[in-house]
């Protein structure tokens, strides 16, 4: 049984009534971030129950050291760390003396959570009886500002119901926080000074080993009756921490409000000795703005989001919300503004799995970002792998590669491989693949060639010297072989001739390859530099031929389809219909020895090289191999239906290509895999933009064209969306009678829909 508490709205998250059991997962839901920072929707106030505190800045992270029972030569030292950051948003409020605090108040009423999609904010709302019997309405709105990226605002507002109150607010930062899931439990801040500035205060801290300097603020003022109190009554000065007092005899009825702002400044974009005055700064810049000043701001800024990378749905307002959400959670995670960042499996809603990247960003959510935003925000994305390039050959020679392999890490945050599985830092090693295919992804959509003289061939050659040193020749096969991997599918570790790791490789050789003969003939003097750069010779370029001329490739001529990797039909074929439903998820019910001699598939694995390489075979071919692998797949990873889904819409089969959609897009709004309290799933939402561009919009670039083959699920009145293709804006719209297709702006555009050719005219 999903969850199904989140009420369907097309434009807001909505949770109405109090369950103490779904605090957590409604921390995560409700979370939120403007590219720099972000928080979880912890309460403002003190709450004694089960909560998930956490706040996190963009790019600051803490190096835990590894804990491995034995050490293996090449094992990553540590384990990167999302840092839980100082907490800027605490109020404690006092009623008569008495705390606040839900998890103590009686009869509470009225208890709502809004999320608004729209216009970039959230709010709780609450009545609720203290211990001492006083009955409040409380109303809370906050935002993190995208036009302000180092600051939050928070509304807090009280209203007596019952009887006069006499209220204190206790806005406070706290430096004294730490990690869920530290594994030494080390000290992750040092505290080196704490100041006030009347009704403002400042924490500066730095993170031990990394040493990012923050300085964590805030200001406070109180309203009653029109009334603005700047300067607290009182401070409250701790080691860790720094808190005002603000205190008012409140009329029954009336309502008194705290107004707080908030936030980071940090050493990546001021001096480390400026960090304050920095703040001072971000606060005098918006003082004058007042929360509602900023809050148009924000709607505005949110309302040009949205009019660039909004999807329509008519008539599945389910369907809708589940999109609106993970088109709002990935603007949240990642602007684009600056490509020293990226985008993390958790986003600013967790800590669980750690890094600031996987291979998610270049397989899933490139295209996102490139054709909702501008070319611009996706070069960045791929200038964050070049920029890291030294440290994947670091990477690959302590594994024992030469000569310049490189081997970029699964998990990462300055480049350095971070993962702690053997099984995945050793041997997943496919992640080389999906950088190289977005090289290829960006040059395809954007016509920006540029790119791979500039820095894309460096990459492509250290990828390229990889692959051709970790096959082996087999005399057996007279065919390269790769020994010991792990494909996309984590249900199998350790296996021989994983199909969509040696597909990849043998396609980034030639890449790679073709890619020297672009270069060398369109940007003779780059090619010069990087020959000598790298000392690439002819015959390391022949080899690489040979490689991929040879690549052995495992096949059943029975089923007539590629195997997953050696042995696949070794494994006892049970079908997932066929499961204990009581056993599901599998991962949650079985040891793990079963599940890796079990044939179920975690995620998309052979059928994911169909998705990359879709035009190398038929649709009948993808047909045969859809049917074979999908009957064996649980979906147990967030990355899985969405491809899945674009799969079934290109075979006509739109109720399952429907079902897919709707598992991706609500993955955490219904919590299928019964986690999301620990954090949402960013990087999986691309899929679910995928899924209605590329799967029922049949969205693809062909040669030079922009193609469409556009489907809609039968509960659907209509869908539309926009793309950014080379700086036009073209618009889809698709309905059950058929298709629109419109641009606003610039030269005329031929695309293909249905394969007819059609001119597009601003």
Known sequence: MNQDYIQPHP?????????????????????????AMGQR????????????QGSYIAGVYYPDKTRVGWWKNGYPEYFAKVLNAPNWIGIDVDINGTPLDLATCS????????????????????????PNNIELEVVA???????????????????????????????????????????????FWNTTDISVAKNRAFIESHTMKTNFKVCTFMQAQLVYNDT???????ED????????????????????????????????NHEPNQLTEAANNVLGQVSSLGFDGLLEEQKKAWAQIWEMSDIAIDGDIKAQQGIRFNIFQLNQTYTGTDSRLNIGPKGFTGEKYGGSTYWDTEAYCLQFYMATKNQEVARKLLKYRYNHLEKAIENA????????????????MNGEECHNEWEITFEEIHRNG??????????????????VPEMGLEVLIGIARFWQQRVNWSENRKKYVMLGVTGPNEYENNVNNNWYTNYIAKWCLEYALEQLEFVLQNHPADYKRIIEKTKLTNDETGLWKKVAAHMYFPYSEEHGVYLQQDGFLDKDLVRVADLDKKERPINQHWSWDRILRSPYIKQADTLQGFYFFEDHFTEQELEKHFDFYEPFTVHESSLSPCVHSVQAAKLDRMEQAYTFYLRTSRLDLDDYNKEVEEGLHITSMAGTWMSIVEGFGGMRVKGEKLCFAPKIPEQWEKYSFKINFRDRILKATVTQEGADFDIDTGEPLEILVNEKPITLSA
């Open 11 to 35: 434009w807001s998250l909505i949770e109405e009534g109090f369950g103490k059991e779904r605090v957590k997962s409604s921390e995560s839901l409700f979370s939120i971030g403007n590219g």
């Open 41 to 52: 929707a912890n309460f403002e106030e003190s709450y004694s129950g089960p909560t998930f």
């Open 107 to 130: 009869n509470i009423k009225s208890f709502r959570r809004e999320l608004n999609m729209k216009e970039g904010w959230y709010q709780r709302s609450f009545t609720a009886t203290t």
């Open 141 to 187: 709105t906050r935002f993190l500002s995208l036009s302000h990226d180092e600051l939050g605002a928070i509304k807090f507002e009280i209203t007596p119901v019952n009887s006069n109150a006499s209220i204190v607010f206790k806005p406070y930062i706290d430096a004294g926080i730490t990690n869920e899931d530290s594994n030494w439990d080390d000290k």
């Open 228 to 234: 603005f109190k700047t300067s607290p009554d009182s």
């Open 237 to 268: 000065k701790e080691e860790l921490s720094i808190g005002f007092e603000f205190a008012q005899k409140v009329k029954k009825g009336k309502t008194v409000r705290l107004i707080k702002f908030g936030g980071y400044t940090i050493d990546r």
């Open 397 to 412: 020679d302590k594994l024992g590669f030469k000569n310049g392999a490189a081997l970029y890490p699964m998990v990462t």
């Open 434 to 451: 999906a950088i190289a295919y977005a090289i290829y992804n960006y040059t395809r959509y954007t016509e920006d060639y540029s790119y």
